[in-house]
C-alpha cells in the first residue's frame, strides 16, 4: 500500500434530500476511490449512479480551471485566459463603480449548486451583506411547499427516513424516488418486503410508480383536490381520530365543513381519476397503520402547490399517523437542523448596517433582467454575479432570460467548474472548485444528521472556493472586517453551534441531531399553539394555465406539460458528463399513444413542442409513461445540447405560486406537431 494513500470524510453536495456521506481514497493527489459511508445510516454504503462518478466531473477535460475574459459576443461561449489579480482588479473595479452610484442595482444570483453552507452563504453572504447589493428571493425549486409545510407544522419538518421501513403503507406522492431519493426508496423496498403496500401518486408512470402496487396518474395541479376527497371519505366512514383532532389540530371545524364540499365523485372528476380510486386509496390510508407519506417537490410547481401540500399535510394529522413512528409525512426535515446552524454567524446580516435592499425574485429572473428600472422595481439591473447556478437553463421562460443576459450594458461574472450555457452569457468566468477541494458543513432537506466535508485533494488548476473568492474580492474592495479573514476551515468548524456532538462529527463525518423517534406523537407542532394549522383554511387553487381557468388558450394549446428531471442527471448539474448523456440519449417528450395518434405522430419522430412564448424541438417518446392530455418534457437539458438550442423552460412561463412566490414549472400548456 502506498504511504501517501488515505481517505477524508466528505459529504455530497448536491440538491438531493439524501445527502449522503462519503469517504474520498487519494493517493497523493490522485482519486482512487469515491464510495458512500457504510457506517452512515441512511447512505449505508452506496451512492447514486451520478455521484459514484464524481471523480469524472472533477477531472472532466472540459473543466474551466483559469480565469476567463469574454473576447467574443454575449452567448458564444468566446473567452482567453487571464490571471487571477487581472480579473478580480477589474471585476472589483467594475462593482465598486455601480455600488458608488446604487448598489442595489447588483444582483447575486445563486442556489443549490452546492447545498454546502460554507461555498454556498457564508462569505457570499458577507460580502452582499456589506454591499448593500440586492437581495435574491431563492424561490425556484421549494417555496411553496417549504411555506406550506411550515404554515402547517410550523417549520420544514417531518418523520425519519429511515422508519419508513418500518411502515405498513407508504404514499409516494409527486416523487420518483429512484431518481431523485434512492435512499428513501431502499427503506420503501424494505417495507415492501415486509408486507408494505406501496401507492404512487403521480401525472407520470416512472420507474418508481411501476414498482409500486398501485399507481395513480392524476392531473398535475390537482392533489389538493385529491387530499380534500380523501378527507371527505375519513369523515363519513368515521375513521378520524377525533382525540387527535381535538388535542392537536387547530381550524377542524371549517376544514371539516370544506371537506364535506368534495365527495369522491367531485374530486375524481378535478384529478382525472375514477371516483373508486378515491374511495379506495382513502380506505387504504385510514385503514393501514402505521401509514406513511413521502411527498415531495414536484407536485408543488404549480399555482396552487403551497395549499395542496398544506392540505396533505394535514392528513396524517386527521388519522393520528403521527402517533407512529413509522406514521406521519416526510416533505422537508430541514428545519430539524435550524437551531444547530450558526446562521447569523456564518452570514453576517448585521453587516447591512441598518440597510433593506430590495429583494430580486430568481424566478422572474428573465423579467427582471429586461425591466428599465423605476418606481415599484428599483434601479435597472447593470451586474449580475451568479454562481451554484445556471439560470439560462433553468430558469422559467428562458426566451426572456437568455435576452436578458445578452444585453451589452450587463456585466455578468459567473462562478463555475464548465461553460455553461449561463457562462457562455458571461464576462468573466472564474474557476470554482468541486466538493473534492474544498471545505465544507452539511445539514440534509432528507434526514436528520449534519456532515463536514474535509478536502481530499488540493484545487485542480487554478480554481479556488466560491468562499475565497468573495474573501479576494472583499479585500479588493475595500472590507476591513475581521469576519472577511476567516478561513473556509474556520468556517466549517464554527458552522454548528454546541447542540450537536462535535466530536463525532469531525470522527466521523457525520453525526445524528437531536429529534425524536415519533417526534409529533403527542402533538408538539412548532407553531404558536402546539397544534397542526388548518387556519387560514387551505383551498384548492386552479392551475394559471388551464381548462378550466383558461379555456380560450387550452383550445388552442390542449395538453399540459410537465418538466420532471432526467433521472442521470441533478437539474443541469451532470448534463456534460458524456456517460451520463449517452444512458438519456436526446432531449424527448413523452406522450400517451391517443394523444399521439390523434396528430399523427409516432415514437421516435421528432417533434415541435411550442406554445406562445417559443417552441422546442426533441424527440417523441410514445413509451407509456404519459397520462392522456399530457406530456413530459424532461429536463434539465442545458440549451446547448438541444435541437434548435433550446429546452423545455422556452415554454414555461414566469407566473408564480400561491405561496412562496415560487416558479409554476408543471404549470404549462403546449401543443404538439411534427417537425
Known amino acids: 500500500m502506498s504511504e501517501s494513500l488515505r481517505t477524508v470524510h466528505a459529504a455530497c453536495p448536491h440538491d438531493c434530500p439524501d445527502t449522503c456521506a462519503m469517504k474520498v481514497t487519494v493517493d497523493g493527489e490522485r482519486i482512487v476511490r469515491i464510495q458512500g459511508d457504510p457506517d452512515h445510516l441512511t447512505t449505508h454504503g452506496a451512492l447514486c449512479t451520478k455521484v459514484s462518478r464524481y471523480a469524472e466531473r472533477t477531472d472532466h477535460p472540459e473543466r474551466v480551471l483559469t480565469p476567463l ?92 427516513v429511515q422508519h419508513f421501513a418500518e411502515s405498513r403503507l407508504i404514499l409516494v406522492w409527486g416523487s420518483h424516488s429512484i431518481a431523485s431519493n434512492l435512499h428513501f426508496w431502499t427503506y420503501a423496498q424494505a417495507a415492501k418486503r415486509a408486507g408494505a403496500k406501496l401507492i404512487a401518486i403521480d401525472p407520470r408512470r416512472t420507474e418508481t410508480a411501476e414498482k409500486c402496487h398501485q399507481h395513480l396518474a392524476l392531473r398535475p395541479g390537482t392533489d389538493g383536490a385529491l387530499a380534500l376527497g380523501l378527507m371527505h371519505e375519513l369523515i363519513t366512514q368515521g375513521w378520524l381520530d377525533q382525540d387527535y383532532i381535538d388535542r392537536h389540530v387547530e381550524g377542524w371545524p371549517a376544514l371539516r365543513e370544506l371537506a364535506l364540499q368534495w365527495p369522491p365523485e367531485r374530486s375524481a372528476a378535478a384529478c382525472g381519476l375514477t371516483a373508486d380510486e378515491v374511495r379506495g386509496l382513502a380506505r387504504d390510508y385510514a385503514t393501514t397503520a402505521p401509514a406513511a407519506i413521502r411527498l415531495n417537490y414536484g407536485m408543488q410547481r404549480v399555482r396552487g402547490g403551497g395549499n395542496a401540500v398544506r392540505l396533505i399535510a394535514l392528513l396524517p394529522c386527521l388519522t393520528g399517523a403521527w402517533r407512529h413512528r413509522a406514521g406521519g409525512l416526510l416533505l422537508s426535515a430541514s428545519g430539524w437542523a435550524a437551531p444547530a446552524k450558526r446562521s447569523a454567524w456564518l452570514q453576517r446580516p448585521d453587516l447591512l448596517a441598518g440597510r433593506q435592499p430590495r429583494t430580486v425574485n430568481m424566478s422572474t429572473i428573465g423579467d427582471a433582467l429586461l425591466h428599465p428600472g423605476g418606481a415599484g422595481f428599483g434601479p435597472k439591473i447593470e451586474a449580475l454575479v451568479v454562481y451554484n447556478s445556471n439560470p439560462v437553463a433553468v430558469a422559467p421562460e428562458s426566451g426572456k432570460v437568455v435576452a436578458g443576459f445578452r444585453r451589452e450594458d450587463l456585466f455578468t461574472v459567473v462562478l463555475e467548474h464548465f461553460l455553461t450555457d449561463t457562462a457562455d452569457h458571461a464576462d468573466y468566468v472564474l474557476p470554482a472548485t468541486t466538493q473534492l477541494e474544498h471545505w465544507d458543513a452539511h445539514t440534509s432537506y432528507g434526514h ?228
Open 448 to 675: 436528520t444528521w449534519v456532515l463536514i466535508n474535509q478536502p481530499a485533494i488540493p484545487p485542480r488548476g487554478q480554481s479556488r472556493s466560491n468562499a475565497e473568492i468573495f474573501r479576494q474580492l472583499a479585500t479588493r474592495m475595500g472590507f476591513t472586517e475581521p469576519c472577511f479573514q476567516d478561513s473556509d476551515e474556520a468556517l466549517a468548524r464554527g458552522a454548528f453551534n454546541d447542540s450537536i456532538d462535535h466530536a463525532a462529527l469531525w470522527r466521523d463525518g457525520w453525526t445524528r441531531l437531536p429529534v425524536p423517534d415519533a417526534p409529533f406523537a403527542d402533538g408538539g407542532f412548532a407553531t404558536p399553539s402546539g397544534k397542526a394549522l388548518a387556519t387560514p383554511l387551505p383551498e384548492v387553487v386552479l392551475n394559471h394555465e388551464c381548462q378550466e381557468a383558461t379555456p380560450e388558450l387550452a383550445a388552442r394549446y390542449p395538453l399540459a406539460m410537465i418538466s420532471p428531471p432526467a433521472r442521470h442527471f441533478l437539474n443541469s448539474t451532470f448534463v456534460n458528463v458524456k456517460s451520463l448523456r449517452a444512458i438519456e440519449g436526446d432531449p424527448c417528450l413523452e406522450m400517451h399513444a391517443d394523444d399521439a395518434a390523434a396528430r399523427g405522430l409516432a415514437d421516435g419522430q421528432p417533434v415541435r413542442v411550442f406554445n406562445d412564448r417559443g417552441e422546442h424541438h426533441c424527440v417523441l417518446r410514445v413509451n407509456g409513461r404519459a397520462r392522456p392530455g399530457v406530456v413530459n418534457g424532461l429536463g434539465v437539458w442545458w440549451r446547448k445540447f438541444g435541437r434548435n438550442g433550446t429546452n423545455v423552460n422556452e415554454l414555461t412561463h414566469q407566473q408564480l405560486t400561491d405561496l412562496g412566490q415560487a416558479p409554476s414549472f408543471y404549470d404549462c400548456l403546449v401543443e404538439v406537431t411534427a417537425l
Open 69 to 160: 475574459r469574454r473576447v467574443g459576443a454575449k452567448g458564444e461561449g468566446r473567452f482567453e485566459p487571464v490571471s487571477w489579480d487581472e480579473a478580480l482588479d477589474d471585476i472589483a473595479a467594475r462593482l465598486a463603480a455601480i455600488a458608488a452610484r446604487q448598489p442595489e442595482a447588483i444582483v447575486p444570483y445563486s442556489y443549490a449548486g452546492t447545498m454546502g453552507l460554507v461555498q454556498g452563504e457564508s462569505m457570499a453572504a458577507r460580502f452582499w451583506h456589506r454591499l448593500g447589493a440586492s437581495r435574491l428571493h431563492r424561490s425556484i425549486c421549494a417555496e411553496a411547499g417549504g411555506e406550506g409545510l411550515a404554515a402547517t407544522y410550523g417549520g420544514k419538518l417531518g418523520m425519519h
